[in-house]
């Protein structure tokens, strides 16, 4: 079975410094990993995604993830943070599963960014 | 460019009464469809999902129903709604033909029921 999990509740960083968003994940055979933010009562915005290739994706918004596969690990990043960043992040994984491809999502981190 | 419409954004139903929130998606064609619960802003369930007209798929037994009567039209139903039922439903929609396709997430249907 799937699943993805995302250890931290919260994040709480200063504005500047770098940022870390924890991701670990369960999938059988070659995983595709996604990184969406959620702002206050609004959808999800996706981020980024691994799919193969070079470990370090770069995405929207400044935001990068490493994909390590020995660790099982998607964690997301960004090398200096901004009060605009503070949002509800999720990772997710996609793998196929009986009946077809389905996304399975974290609980979800929640990052605080003070000024 | 693709969009997709959630409606209505906010809604406020008595206990027992019916529901219909609906989602159009435009700029594509034969989208794989889905509806997800957030409960407490946190984690996503997913409820329901479509690959086709008329082709739903239930993820979890509940109160609540879904169709997909056009190919970009997916709704999401209740003949009577419980407490348990309030929550920020989002649907959302990826390609068909891609396997690592992302999520495209409407701006999410707020209900609360009394």
């Known amino acids: 079975a799937q699943s993805v999990a995302q250890p931290e509740d919260q994040v709480n960083v200063a504005e500047g410094n770098p940022l870390t968003v924890k991701c670990t994940y369960s999938?059988?055979?070659?995983?595709?990993l996604f990184w969406y933010v959620q702002y206050p009562n609004r959808g999800l915005q996706f981020l980024l995604k691994?799919?193969?290739?070079?470990?370090l994706v770069k995405g929207s918004y400044g935001f990068e993830a490493e994909f390590n596969k020995s660790q099982t690990s998607f964690h997301l990043k960004k090398p200096s943070a901004l009060v605009s960043d503070s949002a509800l992040y999720f990772c997710?994984?996609?793998?196929?599963?009986?009946?077809?491809?389905?996304?399975?999502f974290g609980a979800g981190t929640r990052l605080f960014v003070k000024a | 460019s693709q969009t997709i419409h959630q409606w209505p954004a906010t809604l406020v139903q008595p206990v027992g009464s019916p529901l219909s929130l609906e989602c159009t998606v435009e700029?594509?064609?034969?989208?794989?469809l889905y509806w997800y619960r957030q409960a407490a802003g946190r984690g996503l369930q997913l409820l329901f999902y479509?690959?086709?007209?008329?082709?739903i798929s239930s993820e979890v037994p509940q109160n609540l129903s879904a169709s997909r009567p056009q190919d970009r039209q997916f709704i999401l139903s209740s003949k009577k709604l419980l407490l348990s039922d309030s929550g920020f439903y989002l649907c959302?929609?990826?390609?068909?033909?891609?396997?690592?396709?992302?999520?495209?997430f409407g701006e999410g249907s707020r209900l609360t029921v009394l």
């Open positions: 959302a929609w990826n390609r068909a033909e891609i396997r690592a396709g992302e999520l495209f």
């Open positions: 999938v059988s055979g070659n995983p595709y």
């Open positions: 691994y799919i193969t290739g070079d470990n």
């Open positions: 997710a994984v996609r793998g196929l599963v009986t009946g077809g491809f389905k996304t399975i």
């Open positions: 700029g594509t064609s034969n989208p794989n």
């Open positions: 479509s690959v086709g007209i008329g082709q």
